[in-house]
């Protein structure tokens, strides 16, 4: 079982950055993909960034594509996500998700096995 801990959520204004953190523990196996949903209440879940730990391999939603960025510390089991120019729109609750090996569909998150509680992201006009 892969145990995931979100930290880094808050309340920003538009235009402001945020930086949210995913630490997995307990068993996990090399290679795997992790990162983020995100999920507001009665919307579909939405695909944020994934990043493949085997081979770098980033992957980006259409929305937040050349403003988020998603990093990894392999040593440190961790993912980053760097959020800048945030946007009303972007308010919502942040899942961290990992799967060893990665799904072929990166950004389908039932196909992922481990997810974290959540952190709250709050961007206002």
């Known amino acids: 079982q892969v145990n995931l801990m979100e930290s880094g959520g808050g309340s920003v204004q538009a235009g402001g950055s945020l930086r949210l953190s995913c630490a997995a523990s307990g068993r996990v196996s090399f290679p795997y993909c992790m990162g983020w949903f995100r999920q507001a209440p009665g919307k579909e879940r939405e695909g944020v960034a994934i990043i493949d730990t085997s081979r770098r391999l980033e992957t980006y939603g259409d929305s937040v594509k050349g403003r988020f960025t998603i990093s990894k510390d392999n040593a440190k089991n961790t993912v980053y996500l760097e959020m800048n120019n945030l946007k009303p729109e972007d308010s919502d609750m942040y899942y961290c998700?990992?799967?060893?090996?990665?799904?072929?569909?990166?950004?389908?998150?039932?196909?992922?096995?481990?997810w974290g509680q959540g952190t709250q992201v709050t961007v206002s006009s």
């Open positions: 998700a990992s799967r060893s090996p990665c799904p072929n569909e990166r950004m389908t998150g039932a196909l992922y096995k481990s």
